[in-house]
């Protein structure tokens, strides 16, 4: 196959625009191809009208997401902190608390949520980010549920109705969902080179992964690659086969192809074993990349004349334990110079299966209720209503990332970033560190873009 392309990148989220601007700064010549007629991935920007923007996908940022922040960085894009002030408040069966910090006030449940901690943090520092299957005790780890887990430490079924609240919107699934190995990797990423990652940092909003946002929306980050690539990025080209030999790689989509010396698939990889191959991917990693279906999450915006809540002291977050509520997880999304106000509401795993089918009047009135609970009666009169659910996104299909059941990771695992022949894998289920996140699609961007100039022999 004769190649005018050194390498095509298929997909333009945030790993795949790193990626090919890593190449481009090596030398190489860059195809981007991307099924949607917009970058960004799961990243993307509401426009309210008015030259602001809400988040609709990933937003959070926080401390130890080094490549992320240094790619914001070149590209100056700032960040400003979530809204964390005054009080939170924890909703149990429908009567609410106000708190502070992370962790809810729930006494029944506050003592098993702290051992669950402390535990899953010392067994994670035992975990090799890299090569989770090598851990000591690995086979036993991925033979059961985190749920499984979690109960051989005595907990009690609040202390794991908790846990399985903060799963909701960090997983879009429970602890069932996942194998133990899996969850506890998970907890191992959530740091960097330096720094043990902790369960605390996951959940944590000061100083944790919701720490803080990036001005102008995450979906800037590719927005800005995409302006610098320029005519590099073809959009509106779903991938559907992609063929290679000895000297080459073809990318074909509906109505146009590509060739190159080499192609990284930077999409999540439930989509990448939807595509035709020729040769077969090898079985394995079909098989792999088949059970890593993404969770299933949805994301509610109500925006208000002004964030009413701050004024009484509340910081517009909430915690949701409580069979009426769909929501999981409730932010204050409002823009950095706080008007309008904005409420955000994860809807994700074992709530959004309740909610998702009940008509829109139904599925709206629950998620304003859910909120009246935290910041009063106002809350159900919002002046605009964006629901974002990313299980009805062809080229996404769920979110935020791929959670992995039991036997998958030991089985299967070493396959995930293997290349196939002239094919490299990019995206956030292909990092090290705070796999799943955007930080983790910017680090497996610029790894992978390594390993293809290191392929080129350009190093
Ligand atoms: C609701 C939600 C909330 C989240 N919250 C956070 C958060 O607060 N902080 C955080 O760090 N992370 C968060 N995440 C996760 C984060 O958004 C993702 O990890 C990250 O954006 C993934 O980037 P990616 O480039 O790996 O994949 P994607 O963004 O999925 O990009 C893949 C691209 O490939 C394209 N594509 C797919 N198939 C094809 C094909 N066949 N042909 C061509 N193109 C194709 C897609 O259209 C897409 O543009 C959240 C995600 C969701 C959904």
Redesign the pocket.
Known sequence: MASTTDVIV?????????AARRLMDAGLTVQV????D??????LNHDLGDGRIV???????GPT?DR?LALAKELEVETFPTYDQGLSTYVKNGSARRFTGDVPPDVAALADVGAVMLRANRTARSIPVDEPWKALGAKALDSQSLTTWIRRGAVTDGGLDLLNILLG?AF?GSATDASALFGLWYVAGAGNEYTAGTLDRMIGVLGG??DSRFHGG?QMLSLRLAEDLGDAVALG????RIEQDDHGVRVV?DNAQWRAKRVVV???PT??C??SWDPLLPAQQDALFSRMA?GT???IEAVYSEPFWRKEGLSGQGVFRDPTSPVCSMFDNSPPDGGPGILMG?VGGAQWRRWVSLPAGQRRGAVLRAFATVVGKRALAPVDWIE?D?TK?E??R????SVLAPGVLTELGMWRDVPFRRVHW?????SPY?N??????VR??EMTAAEVVAAEGKM
């Open positions: 298929v997909g333009a989220g945030l790993a795949g625009l790193t191809v991307e099924a949607r917009r970058v960004g991935g799961r990243t988040d609709s996908g990933g937003q959070f940022v997401q992320v919107s879009g992964a919701q995450a080209h779903p991938v559907r989509g930077a999409v999540p989509l990448a939807r595509i993404l999450l949805c994301k994860f974002q990313w996104e080229w996404t769920g979110g935020p990332t990019a995206g956030a289920e292909h705070w799943g996140y955007l930080d983790g699609a497996s961007g």
